[in-house]
C-alpha cells in the first residue's frame, strides 16, 4: 500500500506499507516520466502510485469503504476472471482492446484492497467496475499514459491484454 501521508490522508487499520522509500522512489520515477511525456503502463500498484504522484488519492480499503458488490480480491489463480470493467469510448484503452468486439465491457482479474479516490488533475476515467470502483485512468494529452487497477501480465498465454503492452512499445518507438 502507498503510504497515506503522502496524499495528506490518515491511515486506515487496514493499511500495511513497507519502507517509505519505495514510495518516494516510485512517486519520484512516475513525476520524472510524466514530466518528459515517456510512455507510461502502470499496472495496479502503479495506478495508485500514478495517481498519487500527480496530486490524487485512494480509496485506503474497497471493503469497508465501497463495499463488497464486486470482488476485488480474486487471488486465485492469477489470470481468475473477477469482474468485467466498462471501457470508455474514444480512450486509448477502448482503443486498443477493441470496443465494438467486447461491446465496451472487459473481463478482468483483480488482487486489490485499494484504489483510486481523488483522481489527479489532468487524468480522465477510462474504465470502471460495475461497483463505481475506477479501474483505469488515463492522462490524455500524453503519447501513452494508461494505468489498470487489474494484471494483465497474468494473461501471457491467452494474450488477452497484448493490446495494452503492444501500445506501449509503439508509443516507445515514437
Known amino acids: 500500500d502507498v503510504d497515506p501521508a503522502t496524499y495528506g490522508e490518515e491511515r486506515h487499520p487496514t493499511v500495511t506499507y513497507g519502507a517509505a522509500a519505495r514510495d518516494g522512489y516510485e512517486i519520484a520515477l512516475v513525476r520524472a516520466a510524466l514530466a518528459v511525456d515517456l510512455p507510461v503502463l502502470a499496472i495496479c500498484r502503479g ?5 498519487v504522484a500527480a496530486g490524487g488519492s485512494l480509496i485506503q480499503d474497497v471493503p469497508s469503504q465501497v463495499g463488497a ?7 486465485q489463480p492469477k489470470n481468475a476472471i473477477a469482474h468485467d470493467v466498462s471501457m470508455a469510448g474514444g480512450s486509448h484503452l477502448e482503443r486498443l482492446m477493441g470496443h465494438a468486439a467486447t461491446g465496451g465491457r472487459l473481463p ?32 490524455p494529452h500524453a503519447r501513452f499514459c494508461v494505468g489498470v ?19 506501449l512499445l509503439a508509443a516507445s518507438t515514437r
Do not use: K, Y
Not at 47 to 51: G, P, R, S, T
Not at 69 to 74: D, K, L, R
Open 47 to 51: 495506478l495508485q502510485v500514478m495517481n
Open 69 to 75: 458488490a464486486v470482488a476485488h480480491q480474486v487471488a
Open 108 to 139: 478482468v482479474n483483480s488482487r486489490h484492497h485499494q484504489a483510486v479516490g481523488r483522481i489527479a488533475a489532468g487524468f480522465v476515467v477510462t474504465s470502471l467496475a460495475p461497483d463505481g470502483v475506477i479501474e483505469a485512468l488515463e492522462l
Open 149 to 167: 487497477q487489474w494484471h494483465p501480465e497474468n494473461f501471457v498465454e491467452s494474450g488477452t491484454f497484448l493490446p495494452l503492452f503492444a501500445g
